[in-house]
């Protein structure tokens, strides 16, 4: 899923200037509803509201469309789309807050279906440290008991071609 560059500012701009609900806002943003109701509630905003439109992410029409309809979701443009695909070839830059706590869960699939891999180019795909993933490699990490293991690449904290070409030097 392709989520806005600022979600929290967006969130903050379209509660603000659209009748649209908190759940079509939170699946726009990545966020989960209850975080996108706290800033609605908050008197006062640490940020700034970002206008999806003039940034070219969305269309007064798209919104006006799901203001109609509850049932129907926002969607990025395909340019912004594009841009953060060709953004993503260079690597992963930024990780939603969503997904970081899936970040050892990312790591334990890894090691898991790459054993090859070192840990210093598990930690550098996964933005992580040399001995998180030594714990994890070793189950000794303290919350190993917890992790829920899941693909990096499907929760969007490594790139697919980052990955392959990891394991494309190992196999070298």
């Known amino acids: 899923m392709n989520y806005p560059y600022m979600p929290k500012s967006t969130a903050l701009w379209l509660i603000e200037n659209t009748s649209l609900s908190f759940e079509q806002i939170a699946d726009f943003c990545g966020l989960h509803e209850l975080e996108v109701k706290n800033i609605a509630d908050a008197e006062t905003y640490k940020i700034q509201g970002l206008n999806p439109i003039l940034n070219g992410q969305l269309t007064r029409e798209d919104i006006e469309e799901c203001e109609n309809n509850s049932s129907s979701r926002l969607t990025l443009r395909t340019s912004i789309v594009n841009a953060q695909k060709a953004q993503n070839k260079k690597g992963v830059g930024y990780t939603p807050k969503l997904h970081r ?67 494309s030097k190992i196999k070298k």
Do not use: F
């Open 101 to 167: 706590q899936n970040r050892l869960g990312g790591v334990l699939w890894i090691l898991k279906n790459y054993p090859d891999l070192s840990d210093g180019q598990v930690a550098r795909l996964m933005r992580s440290t040399n001995p998180t993933v030594a714990s994890v490699r070793n189950k000794t990490h303290k919350s190993y008991s917890t992790i829920q293991i899941q693909s990096p690449v499907v929760l969007g904290l490594v790139s697919e071609s980052a990955l392959q070409e990891a394991v």
